[in-house]
């Protein structure tokens, strides 16, 4: 269980599995799930996020009655949502600083990098870059 280690590629999400999902203090599950090993990827432009073994994060914030259309489960999003959790806790890439809107958009390029259709990941972008600065 865990979401893998070693170098990921978004393109290649055969490496995905499942973190686990957490509790409260009276062993209900709650919205946040934790790494359970180190996880690395390599973004298009050659630069490296490596998020530590614990990291919590929630996947990604949508709206039950969205997830018709924006599964906050589907590989195409997962992935892109631990890294935008991990660069909104971390605002950092390799030591250097990041721009909230940075963040953002490595997270609609990673979602259509991982086959995301084009309406889904503008959806979802667009709703980051609106509602984001809250969480950030």
Same mark, same amino acid.
């Given at each position: ?9 978004? !393109? !290649?999400?055969?490496?995905? @599995? ?5 509790? #409260?203090?009276? +062993?209900?599950? /709650? ?5 359970? $090993? #180190? ?5 298009? #432009? +050659?630069?490296?996020?490596? /998020?530590? @073994?614990?990291?919590?994060? !929630?996947? =990604?914030?949508?709206?039950?009655? *969205? &997830? &018709?259309?924006?599964?906050?489960? #589907?590989?195409?999003?997962? /992935? *892109? =949502? ?10 950092? /890439?390799?030591?250097?600083?990041? *721009?909230?809107?940075? =963040? !953002?958009?490595?997270?609609? +390029?990673?979602?259509?990098? =991982? ?8 959806? *979802?972008?667009?709703?980051?870059? $609106? $509602?984001?600065? $809250?969480?950030?």
């Amino acid at each position: 269980n865990g979401l893998g280690s070693g170098n990921m590629n978004p !393109d !290649d999400l055969s490496q995905y @599995k499942s973190p686990n999902r957490l509790k #409260d203090e009276r +062993g209900n599950f /709650i919205d946040k799930w934790e790494t359970v $090993a #180190d996880f690395e990827v390599t973004l298009p #432009d +050659g630069r490296t996020v490596f /998020i530590h @073994k614990g990291f919590q994060f !929630d996947k =990604a914030s949508v709206p039950k009655w *969205a &997830w &018709w259309y924006l599964p906050r489960d #589907d590989k195409s999003v997962i /992935i *892109a =949502a631990l890294v935008h959790d991990w660069l909104y806790s971390s605002k950092q /890439i390799e030591g250097w600083p990041i *721009a909230r809107k940075e =963040a !953002d958009k490595i997270f609609h +390029g990673l979602t259509r990098q =991982a086959g995301m259709r084009y309406t889904q990941s503008k959806l *979802a972008y667009s709703t980051i870059r $609106a $509602a984001g600065w $809250a969480n950030w």
